[in-house]
């Protein structure tokens, strides 16, 4: 199709600055018609502010440079307005009202009405037709909070093409998606090509952005760095590392000798009825021991019931109790709640940063101290100096990228924004850190650095249990690999005698299989 060679967007030398920063300078980017242009770089490396000035958050005004769009000069005002032209962006955290329907969601700002009267006979019959458009099978009348993230990645494609969009910008898709649901959304990005439609993809997942993408741009430190055409061949994800970094990564995970000590943290037959289903049980009598020292992976398919045994071990923060005990250092404890975990020495990194991790509103240095702030007060009162104090050393020994520790963590890229949580839990002194997905949606290079800061703690003595769904994670960091489906464990694999094939063999069967 020769249009398929034509530019449907071209950003000439745009540069964005912010008070003392300056977020994108010169930077160019050309999309060409019903092509996937993948856009890749380091947390902070100016990506979704790019895409920001593109939609209109940041209106023609704020930032220099020209953007040409299906051949005409562009200066939008608003996501309105670039949105009426064509151009539809899916941000990671998506913008759906979760107690509305399908439905609305899909209409709300865009409602069919006739004299302002809704014709919600019309709307759920084109929300029909749309959610068959994204291989989406779901009543309509349903709501947002009862599908999965998968389906509701779905349901803003559905939106975004009942905008007519022209143009889709797709910031990190799959992050929170298990396999199958990344496959289902890069097969429908795939699909949306074969339309016309253009697409623009943030992401990390290299191998996905390999899979999917025609071209791809590469920005570094707010400068476009080059744009490579993988019809030309030779593009690997080494290659495409080397552009975001500034040099080769010979190894994705730091070198490490580990030191394990004996066990001194035990689970035996927990087991954890749902919170919502009483009948049902997430966690169903698992056993697990955990070294000093030593790094223990915890892998399993999306639903296997991870996270559940993560939090409800942190002072049965998830379900309800049913059964089990828990050792630590010899001696049975219990864990009621937060705050005898936290002075038991657990700590706990969140899965969802955002929501669970951080309050968003705060800065940096009250997000370092906040779980144990009377290691910082006299009495009932924050000694200041001291919580500067406090912040500004973990700013410097984990390499947070901050002008100043009262700088907002709201404003922070996501690999320091999850170092500002490392940094919250290892101010607790714990013995045991129990991290869910500590390197979700951030770059090669920020992994590289929360490996190490994993590593130091294990090689101070503590004990780390590590939830990943990325295997070759697990298996370049892990010393030892729990397997969970369904709610029970059903491996124990020193990491020496793991690989894919059989963590997932044990990954999707009930029968017990110990490996010690």
Not at 111 to 133: C, M, P, Q, S, Y
Not at 155 to 183: G, R
Not at 202 to 210: F, R
């Amino acid at each position: 199709m020769p249009s398929e060679q034509h530019p449907i967007l071209e950003m000439r030398s745009i540069t964005k600055e912010f008070p003392g920063v300056k977020a994108l300078s010169e930077v160019s980017l050309t999309v060409n018609a019903a092509e996937v242009h993948a856009i890749c770089g380091e947390n902070g490396a100016g990506k979704s502010t790019l895409m920001k000035v593109l939609s209109g958050v940041y209106p023609a005004g704020t930032y220099t440079g020209e953007i040409v769009f299906r051949g005409e000069k562009v200066e939008f005002k608003d996501i309105r307005s670039s949105e009426n032209a064509g151009i539809v962006i899916i941000h990671q955290e998506l913008a759906l009202i979760p107690e509305l329907s399908i439905t609305e969601n899909i209409f709300l700002g865009n409602e069919l009405a006739h004299r302002g009267v809704i014709d919600w006979v019309a709307a759920k019959a084109k929300a029909t037709e749309l959610l068959a458009r994204v291989g989406l099978d779901e009543d309509p009348d349903r709501q947002i909070k009862n599908i999965g993230v998968g389906k509701q990645q779905l349901v803003e494609i559905a939106k975004a093409l009942n905008k007519d969009v022209k143009l889709l910008i797709l910031d990190e898709p799959t992050a929170a998606l298990n396999e199958n649901d990344s496959q289902h959304l890069l097969d429908l990005i795939r699909g949306l090509k074969g339309k016309g439609i253009a697409s623009i993809m943030i992401s990390h997942k290299l191998n996905e952005i390999e899979q999917v993408a025609d071209s791809i741009t590469i920005i570094r430190d707010g400068k476009t760095i080059e744009t490579l055409d993988i019809a030309a061949g030779e593009i690997n994800e080494d290659r495409i590392i080397r552009g975001m970094v500034g040099r080769s990564l010979e190894s994705r995970f730091p070198d490490r000798t580990p030191n394990i000590g004996e066990v001194f943290f035990e689970v035996k037959g927990w087991t954890i009825q749902h919170p919502q289903v009483p009948e049902r049980l997430v966690v169903k009598g698992s056993d697990l021991y955990v070294r000093r020292g030593e790094i223990v992976g915890l892998a399993g398919l999306m639903g296997a019931g991870r996270t559940e045994l993560a939090m409800s071990l942190f002072g049965r923060s998830y379900g309800s109790f049913v059964s089990g005990t828990i050792v630590k250092d010899g001696e049975q404890i219990e864990l009621r709640d937060v705050s005898q975990a936290i002075d038991a020495g657990l700590a706990y990194v969140s899965e969802d940063r955002k929501v669970l991790g951080l309050n968003l509103l705060d800065d940096i240095k009250a997000s370092i101290v906040s779980a144990k702030l009377k290691k910082i007060s006299r009495g009932q009162v924050v000694d200041d100096t001291r919580e500067y104090q406090v912040a500004e050393e973990y700013r410097k020994a984990l390499r947070i990228k901050a002008p100043s520790v009262d700088m907002g963590v709201g404003k922070l890229s996501g690999g320091n924004q999850q170092k500002v949580v490392l940094a919250k839990w290892m101010f607790t002194d714990p013995d045991l850190l129990i991290l869910d997905e500590p390197t979700r949606g951030i770059d090669v290079g920020a992994k590289y650095e929360i490996y190490t800061i994993i590593q130091a703690l294990a090689a101070q003595g503590k004990g780390v249990i590590l939830i990943s769904s990325e295997l070759p994670e697990l298996l370049g960091i892990a010393d030892r690999i729990y397997t969970v489906f369904e709610g029970q464990i059903t491996g124990d694999i020193p990491v020496t005698d793991a690989n894919p094939e059989t963590l997932m063999k044990s990954m999707t069967s009930a029968r017990k299989r110990v490996q010690n």
